[in-house]
């Protein structure tokens, strides 16, 4: 068990047992309203269908996160085969899936480098980058800079290794790229042949937006601090981000219960939210729209961290560990 688990109130880590009825309707929801919207595009070719297209994407790729995670079933080959069309465009799933496993390595979140997903850059490479670049890291720390700039980011640090010869002696690597690639060219004919939809509108009415929707909920999911659990976030967020991001608000809770699935979650939480938001060090956010608002164009913090331990952090760790569970 890693720290960040060690140090949560609420270490069970056992899927519910049975059918999960409510992911296999989840499912069902996701690829039937990706269907409905594609047909209301093709009757009417309308921007609100474009739209639509463009949050079901991102409903999406929060499902692939479930799948990743071993729901619904115990069948990894199933839980892969369910989330491989690529609907919302870019990420392998097998590439996404490795990422984001790396990412639950709990005591190196945020470490630029090594947590995959970590937002922050050690000072000294961030001085080192030019103006222009300092001020785009910088917007990207607000609300309005993660949703127009942070997909350009994303999307160019997965495919610029693909530029390296070397990236290409991976018989596994050249695999989970020709397959997507194959998928993604029939997803996008299929499409234009149905719906009239031209590839180019896809890609960026839909598949641009719905990454600057996803990285929305991470804006400010982790934080540095000491303690891993201190870095995990619980955001309080309304029902339809909730539904969203499949209850991945109550990060906390998915961090120390990576098996729970997304319908189970709310009820551990409000079941021991005291000791989860003390477990987090008060990291508490109460709903993502007041965040949204308030750091629109305010960065909520700056990219350039120190977020690996010094000495005297390691140290200062370790005597509270020694301290016990009433340490303060």
């Keep these: 068990m890693n720290s960040a688990r060690r140090d949560s109130p609420y270490t069970t880590t056992h899927a519910p047992q049975g059918v999960e009825w409510p992911t296999w309707l989840l499912i069902a929801a996701v690829y039937g309203s990706w269907l409905a919207a594609l047909g209301w595009y093709a009757h009417s070719a309308s921007f609100w269908a474009v739209a639509a297209l463009a949050v079901i994407a991102a409903w999406y790729m929060s499902l692939q996160h479930e799948l990743v995670h071993n729901h619904p079933t115990r069948h990894r080959w199933l839980n892969r085969a369910l989330g491989l069309l690529p609907i919302a465009v870019w990420y392998p799933f097998d590439i996404y899936q490795r990422s984001h496993l790396a990412h639950h390595r709990d005591e190196r979140l945020t470490y630029p480098g090594q947590d995959p997903e970590s937002n922050y850059f050690d000072p000294a490479d961030f001085a080192q980058r030019s103006a222009p670049m300092r001020a785009l890291l910088v917007v990207q720390r607000t609300s309005l800079g993660r949703f127009l700039v942070t997909p350009a980011f994303a999307i160019f640090h997965l495919l610029w290794p693909l530029r390296r010869a070397s990236y290409w002696r991976s018989r596994k690597l050249r695999w989970i790229w020709a397959q997507h690639l194959a998928l993604l060219v029939a997803m996008l004919e299929a499409i234009e042949s149905a719906t009239g939809m031209s590839p180019w509108t896809y890609l960026l009415g839909v598949s641009y937006p719905c990454l600057g929707l996803a990285f929305m909920r991470s804006l400010y999911e982790h934080r540095p601090a000491a303690l891993p659990a201190h870095r995990i976030v619980v955001n309080e967020a309304s029902w339809p981000w909730r539904l969203l991001?499949?209850?991945?608000?109550?990060?906390?809770?998915?961090?120390?219960?990576?098996?729970?699935?997304?319908?189970?979650?709310?009820?551990?939480?409000?079941?021991?939210?005291?000791?989860?938001?003390?477990?987090?060090?008060?990291?508490?956010?109460?709903?993502?729209?007041?965040?949204?608002?308030?750091?629109?164009?305010?960065?909520?913090?700056?990219p350039a961290q120190a977020t690996r331990p010094t000495a005297a952090t390691e140290a200062g760790r370790t005597n509270l560990r020694n301290q016990g569970p009433d340490a303060p």
Excluded: C, E, K, S
């Design 245 to 302: 991001y499949l209850n991945n608000n109550y990060h906390a809770v998915h961090h120390a219960q990576p098996n729970l699935p997304w319908y189970a979650i709310p009820q551990a939480y409000w079941a021991q939210r005291d000791a989860f938001v003390a477990g987090t060090g008060g990291f508490l956010v109460p709903g993502y729209v007041r965040l949204f608002v308030r750091h629109a164009v305010v960065p909520i913090d700056h």
